[in-house]
């Protein structure tokens, strides 16, 4: 008997390479393709600040369109997840739920609570992995059963493994068509809410618009250049450009409207074709390959997002400081090229990858000494691309708790910036209050002479904070205490070297 089918989208919000969705349209007469809008779970488990509702809603919105577009369409329901499929599916006689498989706890423990329900009511569940490149689990079974804990072992098993699955063919109008689509007045019951529906502030409106149609177009905008496909080496890309210099695709990725599969193979058809092109781990298949890396270590790490009870972190005691926290959330350290980036995320949920690595040095080992799990949780709330393995990861990585060894080279919020900058113009544009200081004053404004503040229109200590600490001072100081507790806990410091 064919199926009567729920298929759930949770992450994977895009039509292309979409195998358990094919997989629903394969074995049923009828398919609801349902989005549970549970606002608890998103805001209490999933931490999305209001950028990131945007973002969800704006895929949701062109998930709905493209599913329109093909015959069928997208359900929005509003609730608990467990409630609203309980009632769903005895409404509809449901005797198949479809959705992606995913390795964080929360959603592991959401598919074992449906299979429960399943076994309750008596519908099948069906997930495949669709999120990835690789089912974590066989790298996993290949390694012994553990993950590998760094990035040259983890390659290994991939050449083990060999290539990662292809892309699913696209769906057309036909699969759809042999299925009964859901009747046309649910789709105006369960329409996609605006973010005024939700009380989501109208002021976070990001750049970055969210949904597949845009994805794929950044996507065949970057790939139209095989020159620089070929040639990209992450760490030549510039953390300060005014326009994004890396491609941007990671909010997609994050929310499954672009493939990660897709874009690996689209990449191996241009890398066939060039004569020399970049290599794992800085070429933007390696870029890939690092997510990879991230989700395989998470999906079988204890307490992955936090500190205690984590067995590949450093136990390392932080300072406590809801002052110096919140002078860094908020833009307010005294150095410019810190608060510039810290303003970039807060307006626009994205910053590149070194200014990153800057102001997670600047909270952690390099000046405040303050917990990664609090800067992770900032960047969980702010980024469009915000995702749990590889956020924690990366904060575990430049914190120097894990997976990071050369913990001396702690990145100046002076030099740093004006390396690839030097004129301020990305200082310039994020804290316009600076912007009439002269390039030798603009990552330094408290060195300026009082005369030169008052030309420039901005007094410091009145106008704009003076630095909070001294980088030095602090720097020496902090580097003194990392290099003791990596001595102290020199066997789990070794455990991702």
Known sequence: MPHRTIHLFRKGLRLHDNPTLLAALESSEVVYPVYILDRKFLTSVMHIGDLRWHFLLQSLEDLQKNLCQLGSCLLVIQGEYESVLRDHIQKWNITQVTLDAEMEPFYKEMEA???????????????????????????????GGTPPLTYKRFLHILSLLGDPEVPVRNLTAEDFQRCRPPDPGLAECYRVPLPVDLKISLESLSPWRGGETEGLQRLEQHLTDQGWVASFTKPRTIPNSLLPSTTGLSPYFSMGCLSVRTFFYRLSNIYAQAKHHSLPPVSLQGQLLWREFFYTVASATPNFTKMAGNPICLQINWCEDAERLHKWKTAQTGFPWIDAIMTQLRQEGWIHHLARHAVACFLTRGDLWISWEEGMKVFEELLLDADYSINAGNWMWLSASAFFHQYTRIFCPVRFGRRTDPEGQYIRKYLPILKNFPSKYIYEPWTASEEEQKQAGCIIGQDYPFPMVNHKEASDHNLQLMKQVREEQYRTAQLTR
Not at 114 to 132: D, K, N, Q, T
């Open 113 to 143: 609570n449906i299979r429960r329900l399943g076994e309750e009511l008596g519908f099948e569940v069906l997930s495949l992995v669709g999120h990835s490149l690789y089912d974590t689990k066989r790298i996993l079974d290949l390694n």
